[in-house]
């Protein structure tokens, strides 16, 4: 053996060491925060109203964070992803506050809104003491500029204080299909300018490179969340996935499994999986596009990805409509849920969703959390649970399990029924008045006649028949996980499948106008036909705490034309 492998090997087992592996990410759950908005100090001072349209900090902090970790904890999840943490530019009067985080100033200074350096690692600490991993977000592609934009010197800003490590002033514009566009020019507009740092000048890249590398050891980061990948070029993920040397999953905005899946070679771990969150969305959301197209999005990113068993999926996030947005109906959104849990990839949650929250895009959907009073009893926090549970008890009984490709044993245009390993999944979009009597039947893979299977959701058994096939009775809707009953362990915590009342949308604002179309949302080549193609964004606010005079209403709706543009701007932009 030569000098050259003994290092290589000495390296690998410092890795080894210090980093959790692609493997051991797989077998994760991993839970969303928005930091300023997940939880508040008891002995906050003032409280302010928290309304999300006012796009301003709401008081959430890392220490509020670390006091509701048994909240999450109770959940299942065993890793957090938290919004950035870096020092971002103050506020700005047309456009809101950084309370998300994503306006970068200083990458070697905190984020003073949610608190001190010792209160971010006491937070980690504590993660670590219940062996919880911590996910940070990283958006390092740009630096944050309040407008009017006019030559800068970026002065103020750490480590690129001057404008050689920028690259000049042109706006990114998605219609031009342009990937120099979308790489070197800038995100945002006239009011937040998102500097682009020139990823490719090799000062900037061992600058970051040196950065992350120090970050990731002071704050014993478990992995990184890449912010805006498709806006720096691979070579340039390549070396910050090096440095770094622990999981990294890439924001790679696009519905096109071929595009995404191109990432898969850039040296970062995996992807959030975009081009599967649309054709899920339509499924469960009975849109027209359903089960059938969900399989074909399905069977492409199979095509193209070298493995999609490491991907995050995910049915909200930060940027996206909440899975409940206008779909109040309670069947269709716990087989959402359920459908994120148990088909291949690493499951990813955005808080809320266990409060079953409905609300729209950014900035709505970044509710504060305590409006909604932890609830641990209900329906979608407890289904939540039970899935993260029963997954973590399948990958003891099945050490292969995660690294398993779910066998799609029935689609039609109402429903799924797949296998991976000895788990049977079936989730449909009947929604809770399913008709009387419907019954699923399929022939499950390697169960014989007599095997008794038991519904991890309702408790029910069935049995497979003489012909080895399944009928499964529908009741509510209500998606069902199927579990040899042998190995089935009577702790696992229940669902609580009470049905509740019926929840009306109603509107009482809504503008509708047209929007920048995102990437895609169909899968590529799709037969036409099957689904709207109309894209159109809907502002609305739910019935209940809206009610504001004529005044206020037109002010309000002024406001909201703005917004919607922001909106369309921002949800491309983070
Ligand atoms: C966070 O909590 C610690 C320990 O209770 C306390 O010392 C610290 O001052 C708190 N941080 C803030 C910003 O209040
Ligand atoms: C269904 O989901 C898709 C994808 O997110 C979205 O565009 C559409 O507006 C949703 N429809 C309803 C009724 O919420
Ligand atoms: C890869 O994805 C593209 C769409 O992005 C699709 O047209 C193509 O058929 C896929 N390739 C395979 C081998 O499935
Ligand atoms: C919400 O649902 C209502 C009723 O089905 C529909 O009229 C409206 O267009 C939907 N809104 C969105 C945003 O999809
Ligand atoms: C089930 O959920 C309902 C509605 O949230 C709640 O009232 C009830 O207490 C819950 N039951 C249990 C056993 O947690």
């Known amino acids: 053996m030569s000098f050259f492998s003994h290092c290589l090997i000495i390296l690998l087992l410092v890795s080894i060491a210090f980093a959790h592996s692609l493997d051991e990410w797989r077998t994760r759950s991993v839970y969303q925060i928005v930091t300023d908005r997940f939880a508040l100090d008891d002995d906050m001072k003032e409280r302010i109203i928290c309304d999300p349209i006012r ?25 957090v992803w938290i919004s950035p943490v870096f020092a971002n530019i103050d506020g700005n009067d047309n456009i809101g506050e950084a309370y998300h985080g994503y306006w970068t100033k200083n990458i070697y200074q905190l984020n003073a809104h949610f608190g001190t350096e010792e209160d971010l690692l006491s937070l980690i600490d504590e993660l670590h003491r219940r062996d919880m991993w911590i996910m940070m977000d990283i958006a390092i592609n740009s630096m944050a500029v309040a407008g009017p934009i006019t030559p800068h010197s970026f002065k103020e800003h750490v480590p690129f204080n001057n404008p050689s490590y920028y690259h000049p002033l042109c706006w990114v514009d998605y219609e031009l299909l342009d990937i120099k566009n979308l790489q070197d020019c800038w995100l945002g507009d006239e009011r937040i300018a998102l500097a682009d740092v020139d990823t490719e000048n090799p000062v900037v890249v061992e600058k970051l490179e040196r950065w992350i590398k120090d970050f990731v050891e002071e704050f014993h980061v478990d992995a990184l969340r890449l912010d805006a990948v498709k806006h720096a070029p691979n070579e340039f993920w390549k070396k910050i996935a090096a440095s770094a040397g622990v999981f990294t999953i890439g924001e790679y905005f696009t519905g096109s499994p071929k595009e995404a899946c191109e990432y898969q070679k850039s040296g970062m771990d995996s992807f959030l999986n975009f081009p599967l969150y649309w054709p899920i969305s339509w499924a469960f959301n009975r849109t027209g596009m359903e089960f059938d197209a969900l399989k074909y999005a399905i069977d492409q990113e199979r095509g193209n990805c070298s493995d999609v068993t490491v991907l995050g999926t995910f049915i909200s996030n930060h940027d996206l409509p909440r899975i409940a947005h206008n779909n109040t109906d309670q069947a269709r959104v716990m087989g959402a849920i359920t459908f994120n849990f148990m088909f291949d990839g690493i499951p990813f949650v955005y808080y809320g969703t266990e409060q079953n929250l409905h609300s729209y895009h950014d900035p709505f959907n970044r509710e504060p959390l305590w409006e ?66 419907l019954t699923i039947q399929f022939m499950p893979d390697n169960f014989r006649q007599g095997t008794e299977l038991i519904d991890i959701i309702s408790r029910e058994k069935f049995k497979v028949n003489a012909r080895n096939t399944l009928l499964v009775p529908i009741k509510n809707g209500f998606p069902r996980v199927l579990y040899p009953a042998n190995k089935f362990k009577e702790s696992l915590p229940q669902v609580n499948c009470t049905l509740l009342p019926e929840v009306k949308f109603v509107p009482s604002v809504t503008v509708t106008t047209h929007y920048v179309k995102p990437p895609t949302t169909m899968p590529e080549g799709y037969p036409k036909g ?38 369309a701007f921002v949800t491309l932009v983070l």
Request: with cysteine.
């Open 530 to 567: 099957h689904h709207p193609s109309i894209y159109a964004i809907a502002v609305e606010r739910s019935g209940q705490s809206f009610s504001l005079p004529p005044a206020q209403i037109l002010i309000q709706f002024v406001l909201i034309l703005f917004l919607a543009q922001l909106v």
């Open 55 to 79: 796009s301003i900090y709401c008081g959430g902090t890392w220490n509020a964070t670390k006091k509701h970790l048994d909240y999450i904890q109770e959940l299942g999840f065993d890793a």
């Open 372 to 437: 909604y009073g932890y609830d641990t009893k209900n329906p979608y926090y407890s289904l939540i649970r039970t899935m993260n549970n029963f997954r973590k008890q399948v990958i003891k009984d099945d050490s292969e399990y995660v690294k398993r490709i779910s066998h799609i044993l029935k689609t039609k245009r109402k429903y799924m029924v797949f296998q991976k390993g000895d788990v049977i999944t079936v989730t449909g979009n009947w929604g809770v008045h399913s008709p009387e009597g």
